[in-house]
């Protein structure tokens, strides 16, 4: 079981950067690391997934060090639909696609 | 390409009932689990299927079940309802279910147990 560990809470202000970190301590071999975006009564949001290095999309940036051992989420210029809760889950089973939710990071963005 | 849909979005049921929920995968995918939301448990898997079969099992009692169709549609079913089964219960569906495909959720139907 791949658990994940992650703030329970961060606030930031509209423009600013926000990095979110997340410790991936028995990530396995195979798994992959994703992002998810989660608003109150709506199915998680895909934001982004890497393996290892740096990945970039049109929403955010993904760090993750050569050891795997943590991920870093980065939302450049955040703005006020930017509040949520934002998860980083780990793997249940190696080679298997059940994901383990932890509490998730809730971002609260201020004007 | 419409992503997963879940059908129906809400559900009231009462203690002993039971209930059946659907999922369409996004067009192409082959994966399709299941997962329940709830304010203290948080979200946790319950059940994965590919290809008509069910590959893994969360940690749930046997009230819960599912299926899936050959077109990859999938149905969860809750039997004997009981309070604590009122969650948000989701579907997410990935190409082939391995380990680089993402799975993307759909929006989930919320379930009330009276």
């Known amino acids: 079981l791949a658990k994940t560990t992650q703030p329970i809470s961060m606030d930031s202000y509209e423009g600013q950067e926000v990095n979110i970190t997340c410790s991936h301590n028995?990530?396995?071999?195979?798994?992959?690391i994703t992002w998810y975006q989660q608003f109150p009564s709506q199915g998680p949001r895909f934001i982004i997934q890497g393996y290892k290095t740096k990945v970039t999309n049109e929403v955010a940036s993904l760090f993750i060090p050569a050891d795997r051992k943590s991920s870093t989420l980065s939302l450049p210029r955040v703005s006020l639909s930017d509040t949520a809760v934002y998860y980083c889950?780990?793997?249940?089973?190696?080679?298997?696609?059940?994901?383990?939710f932890g509490s998730g990071t809730r971002l609260q963005v201020q004007p | 390409k419409a992503g997963v849909t879940q059908t129906p979005r809400y559900l009231i049921k009462t203690r002993g009932q039971q209930v059946t929920l659907s999922c369409s995968p996004i067009s192409g995918h082959r994966s399709v689990s299941w997962y329940q939301q709830t304010p203290g448990q948080g979200l946790q898997f319950l059940f994965e299927?590919?290809?008509?079969?069910?590959?893994n099992k969360g940690n749930f009692p046997g009230r819960f079940s599912g299926r899936q169709f050959s077109n990859s549609r999938s149905e969860m079913n809750v039997s004997t309802l009981e309070l604590g089964d009122s969650a948000l219960y989701l579907c997410?569906?990935?190409?082939?279910?391995?380990?680089?495909?993402?799975?993307?959720f759909g929006p989930g139907t919320r379930l009330t147990v009276l």
């Open positions: 028995n990530i396995a071999t195979n798994d992959y």
């Open positions: 889950p780990g793997e249940q089973d190696t080679g298997r696609r059940a994901l383990t």
């Open positions: 299927y590919f290809s008509e079969t069910q590959r």
């Open positions: 997410a569906s990935s190409l082939e279910g391995r380990p680089a495909d993402t799975q993307y």
